[in-house]
């Protein structure tokens, strides 16, 4: 089915906020950079926060279907899928627009944990960790959500370290750390 133009210009919005930042990227910045013209803007989104919460549905779907994807691409059972993650980001971070977690700025930027972007920011992170926690129950943890924890807390750190440095090392050094934990922490297959 072919975009309609409210899609083509979130997509194109995503980009723009990705690379440059939400405060920073006034809707002036968006008409030059999207193409798009800003009565055609409004006439899709009332505010700019409007058309970020669209962009951050957007990107979280898509983050989403792409990391669960491509885990089970690379292992077929659950403890093998959650060291895969940290395969998958390898490959995210190698990207040449790797610019960091879109969720991570948005929260570090609506810093008000009342706000609805901040809340969406935490909702991604909540869907990914009960993921794992769902991966790490089927391969038998003790405490699921406990290694659920601790998997995101070194793939958010990865993510980062990554974006600071422009390397993908910190998934490699994230996976090495992520398999110890597994090992003390799940049966033996």
Not at 46 to 73: C, G, N, P, Q
Request: charged residues 25%; proline residues 4%; negative net charge.
């Amino acid at each position: 089915m072919r975009p309609n133009k409210r899609d083509e210009l979130v997509r194109k919005a995503l980009d723009v906020f990705y690379a440059k930042g939400f405060h920073a990227t006034g809707m002036d910045t968006l008409v030059k950079e999207t193409g798009v013209s800003k009565t055609s803007m409004y006439k899709h989104f009332r505010t700019k926060e409007e058309l970020i919460a669209a962009v951050l549905d957007l990107r979280d779907e898509e983050f989403r279907s792409w990391l669960f994807t491509r885990m089970t691409e690379l292992a077929e059972t659950p403890r093998g899928q959650l060291l895969a993650m940290f395969t998958a980001l390898a490959e995210w971070f190698e990207h040449p627009q790797f610019a960091g977690c879109m969720f991570v700025k948005a929260s570090a930027e609506f810093q008000d944990h009342a706000h609805p972007l901040y809340r969406q920011s935490t909702k991604h992170k909540q869907l990914i960790l009960d993921h794992l926690a769902e991966l790490a129950d089927h391969a038998g943890a003790a405490d699921p959500l406990k290694l659920a924890r601790q998997l995101l807390t070194l793939k958010e750190g990865a993510t980062a370290l990554a974006a600071m440095s422009a390397t993908p090392s910190p998934a490699t050094d994230a996976l090495e750390t992520a398999q110890l934990l597994v090992q003390t922490q799940l049966p033996e297959s």
